[in-house]
């Protein structure tokens, strides 16, 4: 059956169309009023937030880091200087998938899978967000063509020209001034981060740590205008940094090329200190090593090769060697034997050949087996008599006598800007007890007295208890920086001066150390053949392996590197002395015949003129009393 036809309705239509157009009509209002009321709120409401954001992403704040101090020695040689030079940096937040451009650059550069992990690794590290991290230094000029040719493939990645740490003087004063490195996630924590902004090294040792604060300055800024990858189109706004202070040192480098020079080669330590200012004059620890390598990264092969080596050219044989300081330590014992009033100089002690305490049956012996006889104090420091010094101890007593030797600085760190220094060891019946819970032995305090036993100290220690003899107790604390910017450096913890009840027993050790090196029987007599001048010395021996009651000493069975340590101490002019040495020859054995003229050739550079004369304001006459103990 057929459909019926409908009729269309036009009015029906017509309401429809005009209902649509009304309410699109209504909605493209609505949508434009809310446009206009966003635009309102961004560009009115909120538009100082997002003019000064969009003015933040245009105008950006840069550090300028400050130029780092020189550092000299006491004739104006440049020790630690700046050198300009080309670096690769790169920005994280700038550069999108940083791993995948780390991949592009050791690409375009041809480098090695060790330099693509050391650029990770240097990535990796705490830094500030948006701050630039360098990551390869020392760029030559093909490898700058290179990065710049390939740029585009190279986001948030530029090279920066800047000012690197470098030390033309070499190993000369590497342990001395020490060297700078990257600073590291631990040292960023404890770094003033305004200061340290746009900062990468800091001083890692010696005194370019002790001194940092001085060295690094005050950081500076700029406000650089950038367009949208992050380039610098111009400088609105500069303020300058206030540069480090520059440091001149005590140390004289040809007196320390003379002290390397006088080593030979040999492991070993110098410190040669003026006894009237506690200026340190040369400071020697061989091996030693170029810290030019630490500035901008060493590579761990280099690293490895240093640190494993077994004469330890990293390590600061001055500071940190811990040695029995054996007979060099006679001459305070004797000052405080005399102070405290156990012996006079006339006393005498019969020596033949060792030494036991009453009621003992073991000999402490003698180096001279044979023995010396009756000996008083002048000529027991002229024999480095073993058994005056054992009765000496012995009536002393430990207590007393570890009381003195701390006066000397045993025991304690001496120095004033040497941060590195270990402060060595002074037993007592104290410290015995709460180190190994045993009480005190009379033989320990015999052994006391002639530098062995549990005793240890360092060159440096060494040298600053035989300056107390030379300035008769006047106490300077030995110091690397002369000046600071001008002005020296002040002691915040000065060490009391040693008083005696009778200040002329220092004279009465000085003879006796005088006779060590001019005396007919002096133990290194030869060391002091055609010296112009009068020297005060006193020669030791630190053993290294234990000897057996009863054996003696024999090298052909004993390896090299476990034969005893020499050492040596001295001053001079004796009766008015400018230069304290302190020397220790690892594994050198004889502390008179191998230290002792060590000690010669540095004095003779410090104190002789180019002509080998000797200098007049060194010069003193010869008195008639210490001629008359030669003869």
Aim: aromatic share 8%.
């Amino acid at each position: 059956m057929p459909q019926p036809i409908r009729i269309k309705d036009h009015e029906k239509d017509a309401r429809l169309v005009r209902g649509r157009v009304v309410f699109g009509a209504i909605a493209v209002v609505t949508l434009i009023g809310v446009l206009i009321a966003r635009l309102y709120f961004l560009q009115v409401i909120q538009y100082e937030y997002h003019s000064t954001l969009s003015e933040s992403n245009r105008v950006h704040v840069q550090p300028i880091p400050p130029t780092r101090g020189l550092i000299f020695d006491r004739n104006g040689v440049v020790v630690a200087d700046n050198r300009p030079s080309f670096s690769l940096s790169m920005t994280r937040e700038r550069s999108g998938d940083w791993q995948k451009v780390l991949d592009v650059i050791v690409e375009v550069l041809q480098l090695t899978p060790e330099d693509r992990a050391i650029f990770e690794k240097r990535m990796r590290q705490g830094r500030r967000p948006f701050e630039p991290v360098p990551i390869m230094f020392e760029l030559t000029e093909e490898q700058i063509a290179l990065i710049a040719v390939n740029q585009f493939r190279l986001p948030g990645v530029e090279v920066v020209a800047q000012l690197v740490r470098h030390y033309p003087q070499g190993p000369h004063f590497a342990h001395s001034v020490g060297y700078m490195g990257r600073i590291n996630e631990k040292e960023l924590k404890t770094l003033d981060p305004v200061n340290y902004s746009g900062t990468h090294h800091i001083g890692k040792t010696g005194i370019e740590r002790f001194y940092e604060a001085e060295l690094h300055g005050q950081v500076g800024y700029e406000e650089v205008e950038t367009n949208a990858r992050g380039r610098v189109l111009r400088v609105l706004k500069r303020t300058d940094p206030i540069p480090g202070k520059d440091i001149v040192l005590s140390l004289d480098i040809k007196l320390q090329e003379a002290a390397e020079a006088a080593l030979g080669g040999r492991r070993g330590a110098v410190v040669a200190l003026d006894p009237n200012t506690g200026e340190v004059l040369a400071m020697v620890s061989q091996p030693s090593f170029d810290p030019n390598l630490f500035v901008t990264g060493i590579s761990f092969k280099a690293y490895a090769e240093l640190r494993d080596s077994i004469d330890r050219p990293l390590f600061n044989r001055v500071l940190r060697g811990l040695y029995p300081p054996g007979s060099t330590i006679k001459p305070a014992v004797a000052i405080a034997g005399l102070d405290a009033g156990v012996v006079t100089a006339s006393s005498r002690v019969y020596d033949p050949g060792y030494y036991q305490l009453p009621n003992y049956d073991h000999k402490y012996r003698n180096w001279n087996r044979t023995g010396d006889g009756y000996v008083d104090l002048e000529t027991a420091i002229m024999r480095s008599n073993d058994t005056y010094f054992y009765d000496l101890a012995h009536k002393l007593g430990i207590d007393r006598l570890s009381s003195y030797m701390n006066k000397f600085g045993l025991g304690q760190k001496v120095s004033l800007d040497m941060f590195e220094e270990s402060p060595g060891l002074m037993p007592s019946r104290e410290w015995k007890r709460a180190t190994r819970r045993q009480a005190w032995f009379p033989g320990e305090t015999l052994i006391l007295g002639i530098g062995q036993g549990y005793m240890q100290a360092t060159p440096l220690q060494l040298a600053q208890a035989t300056a107390l003899v030379a300035s008769k107790g006047k106490w300077y604390r030995p110091h690397l920086a002369k000046t600071i910017e001008g002005q020296k450096p002040v002691d915040p913890d000065p060490m009391p001066d040693i008083i005696l009840r009778n200040p002329s027993d220092w004279q009465k050790v000085n003879i006796g150390m005088q006779q060590v090196m001019h005396g007919a029987r002096g133990t290194a007599r030869k060391a002091a053949l055609g010296a112009q001048y009068r020297i005060a010395g006193k020669s030791g021996t630190a053993q290294v392996v234990a000897i057996k009651q009863g054996e003696k000493y024999d090298r052909s069975k004993v390896q090299e590197r476990h034969r005893d340590h020499a050492l040596f101490v001295g001053f001079a002019p004796a009766e008015n002395p400018k230069i304290v040495v302190s020397v220790m020859v690892e594994n050198g054995e004889s502390g008179s015949g191998v230290a002792a003229p060590v000690v010669r050739q540095i004095m003779d550079a410090w104190l002789l003129d180019e002509h080998g004369q000797l200098k007049p304001e060194y010069a003193s006459p010869i008195t008639a009393e210490a001629t008359a103990r030669e003869e």
